[in-house]
Every structure is written in C-alpha cells, then in structure tokens.
C-alpha cells in the first residue's frame, strides 16, 4: 500500500469514527419525544401518578417520574396493544399514537424520580 493510499483510508475511517461519534450522541434526542408535548399531554397521568409522575395517589400507582425512557415507551405501548393490561392504563393508552407515547416517555423520563430508599 502507498503512503497516499494509507493517508486516504486513514482519514476515511477517522472521518466514520467521527459521524459514528456525532450521530450517537445527537441520535439520543433525535429519537426520542418532544419534552413540552409530552408535559401537555402527560396532564392526564397527574390524576393518579401525581405531579411529575412522583407522587402516586395510592401506593399501588408507580412512580414512574424519572423512569427510563425505553421502559415507558414500551409500558405504554404494551398497555396500548393489549399485551399488558390495566383498567386504568389500558384505557390511557389505547388512543394514543407512537408519537404521543414517546413524548410522554421523554417527558417523565426526564423527571427526578427515586433519589434514595427510604
């Protein structure tokens, strides 16, 4: 190999390595939901998980305030499907469309949950 063709399949997979880097770290955000989006449309959940998704009404309810994001994209969508099922969350979960069930995610993902066991 040549040392112009070393340079040039160097820089080629430093330039991967860098596009492999951005797109991890701006991937995150990209695909998950819309913070305000899912705080308007999360209004719904403070009836029984209480503000932020924190304070549950009864100690049956989760906390679900600071959870993560994939665990909730994947409740809802369970709840949704009917693979999971709950008389309060079914209901909740049926009408709402991927979008929507991401932004709540990101929204109470986003929230500080459990810092300490009692």
Known sequence: MTAVAWDREH?????ILILACVTCAWGGSVLAGDYEAGKEKA??????????GVKPITPDIPR?????????VHSLKAYRSGARDNAMMSPMAKPLTDKEIKDV???F???TGLVSKY
């Open 43 to 52: 209004a719904a959940c403070v009836a029984c998980h209480g503000p932020d």
């Open 109 to 111: 993902s986003r929230q």
């Open 105 to 107: 995610a990101w929204y």
């Open 11 to 15: 820089t080629m997979k430093k330039l």
């Open 64 to 72: 679900i305030g600071g959870q993560y994001y994939d665990y909730l």
